[in-house]
């Protein structure tokens, strides 16, 4: 098990560092998988060695190994991340696929952390959740669901409400969208944030989505709240809502079981 635990922990390192080169290279419309990665100053070609996740920013004293410019610390904080993300999901049991295979459960849960990790990262960067990244994070689910209905004997029920989640997420953020640009007279959410909704609810069924849509405007308007007593945050300023999104999503991914019975204890009231 051992084993295991550190071949996932390296392989989700691995995909830390592809999610560096992805918010990288997309905005700049390069191809993200030919050419190898140069440094953005004085644009050395790093070798194999500079490009290990996590070891070569240290081993590099965060610096360029040519030009000394300064590599940003947020490289190997995400590789990490992934990494830690990765090992949890091999522990973890995910309630809406809790007697799925266990590598179908775990390869799933790879793939939603994988875009869950891109699509916070643009969003906070550019306030912008790329549609090539939701629309097949949604197919996937769904396909996904289709599949587990037929090991499932058929069982239509998890498909419906694979399917619901994901029509019931993006409808109420559709429509929340609208009615916020009408009463305020400017666009309070993006086009983008129904969408990622739309996806989650494919990949958690109804009583995740639920769940992480709680989370989601809980944990939002805390930040807020907090940012306006502090002065951190000015009044009008706008909030990437895609990041709240997404960590109440792999939240509910990995405990949703136990944020189930907190739900029904604080809406109960």
């Not at 999901?89 to 849960?109: A, E, H, Q």
């Not at 239509?156 to 409808?171: E, V």
Request: aromatic fraction near 18%; charge should be positive.
């Amino acid at each position: 098990m051992e084993l295991n635990t550190l071949f996932i922990f390296i392989l989700g390192a691995s995909i830390g560092s592809f999610i560096n080169v992805l918010i990288y290279r997309v905005p700049l419309k390069k191809s993200i998988i030919f050419g190898r990665s140069k440094c953005p100053k004085c644009e050395y070609q790093l070798t194999w060695f500079d490009n290990i996740p996590i070891l070569s920013w240290f081993l590099l004293l965060g610096k360029c190994r040519k030009c000394k410019e300064d590599i940003s610390i947020n490289y190997p904080i995400i590789e990490l991340l992934t990494a830690f993300l990765f090992t949890l999901n091999l522990y973890s049991k995910p309630t809406f696929y809790i007697d799925s295979p266990f590598l179908w459960s775990r390869i799933l849960g790879f793939i939603l952390i994988f875009i869950c990790i891109s699509l916070s990262l643009f969003d906070i960067k550019f306030f912008w959740l790329p549609r090539f990244i939701t629309f097949n994070g949604l197919l996937i689910g769904l396909v996904s669901s289709i599949l587990m209905s037929i090991y499932r004997n058929f069982d239509l029920n998890f498909l419906f409400s694979s399917l619901s989640a994901a029509l019931i997420g993006y409808s109420f953020f559709l429509i929340l969208r609208i009615l916020g640009e009408k009463i305020f007279n400017k666009p309070v959410l993006g086009e983008g944030d129904e969408k990622l909704v739309a996806l989650l609810g494919s990949f958690l069924g109804v009583q995740g989505l639920l769940i992480t849509i709680w989370l989601t405007f809980n944990s939002a308007g805390i930040f807020v709240l907090l940012g306006l007593l502090l002065n951190k945050l000015r009044r009008n300023q706008k909030i990437p809502l895609g990041i709240f999104l997404t960590i109440s999503g792999l939240t509910v991914w990995h405990f949703g079981n136990l944020l189930f019975l907190n739900f029904i204890f604080f809406t109960s009231f």
